[in-house]
């Protein structure tokens, strides 16, 4: 799996955007960008993943660049319920039933003020 | 629609001491995962089953135990517990759909404390 690269930290002013960029310049064309959440002390949560298009859910929004060396989760309209530690991983579907098995890094923390 | 189901919550245990996490998700799904978390660290895997009867190792699998005998269950055990186990403990679980791009959004459960003394 292609290595991830995040700022360790983030701070967000309430109801504004929250932009998280996630470096993978070495991502190869099978593998997907993954992005899960971890509030605090709680067991990481789902955002969003997605290959090449842009992406968007009820959470928040995934923009992949055109090279695919990089991506930013972004949160519309960040709320202080929203600070948490948030894991970009990268990971191809080719392991059979393994490809469950995420490498968690350490994250950026983002810190949602108001 | 509970999702997965970790007990208990906290546990304090005295060195040699044995036990099992429980982990149980009612989604049907095939693959299943067991993770650590120790402070100012990512989560790390221990082991992991992608169906029943069907488990192999992770990363840190040194002093821990588990076996798949149903689709909803993936117990862990301590056989010997050790101060150095002291950590979080999350369980997760997906479908497995070789191919699939969901095969790989884990659902966790909230948590296992345990300290070792």
């Known amino acids: 799996d292609a290595k991830t690269t995040q700022p360790p930290s983030m701070d967000c002013a309430e109801g504004r955007a929250a932009n998280l960029p996630c470096n993978h310049s070495t991502i190869s064309g099978n593998e997907y960008v993954y992005w899960y959440r971890q509030i605090h002390s709680q067991g990481p949560q789902y955002i969003i993943h997605g290959l090449k298009n842009n992406e968007t859910n009820e959470m928040a929004s995934l923009i992949i660049t055109e090279d695919r060396k990089s991506s930013t989760l972004i949160l519309p309209h960040a709320t202080l319920r929203d600070t948490a530690v948030y894991y970009c991983?990268?990971?191809?579907?080719?392991?059979?039933?393994?490809?469950?098995?995420?490498?968690f890094g350490k994250g950026t923390k983002l810190s949602v003020k108001p | 629609n509970a999702g997965v189901t970790q007990t208990p919550k906290f546990q304090v245990l005295k060195t040699g001491q044995s036990m099992t996490l429980q982990c149980a998700q009612d989604?049907?799904?095939?693959?299943m995962s067991w993770y650590r978390q120790d402070p100012g660290m990512g989560l790390r895997l221990i082991h992991y089953?992608?169906?029943?009867?069907?488990?192999d190792q992770g990363e840190v699998p040194n002093g821990y135990n588990v076996s798949r005998s149903t689709t909803e269950d993936f117990p862990l055990r301590l056989l010997s517990a050790a101060p150095s186990q002291t950590s979080v403990y999350f369980c997760a679980s997906s479908y497995t759909g070789t191919g699939v791009s969901g095969a790989n959004v884990l659902t966790f459960g909230a948590g296992s404390r345990l300290t070792v003394l």
């Open positions: 089953s992608v169906g029943a009867g069907i488990t």
């Open positions: 991983i990268v990971r191809s579907l080719n392991y059979g039933g393994s490809q469950g098995n995420l490498i």
């Open positions: 989604m049907n799904h095939e693959y």
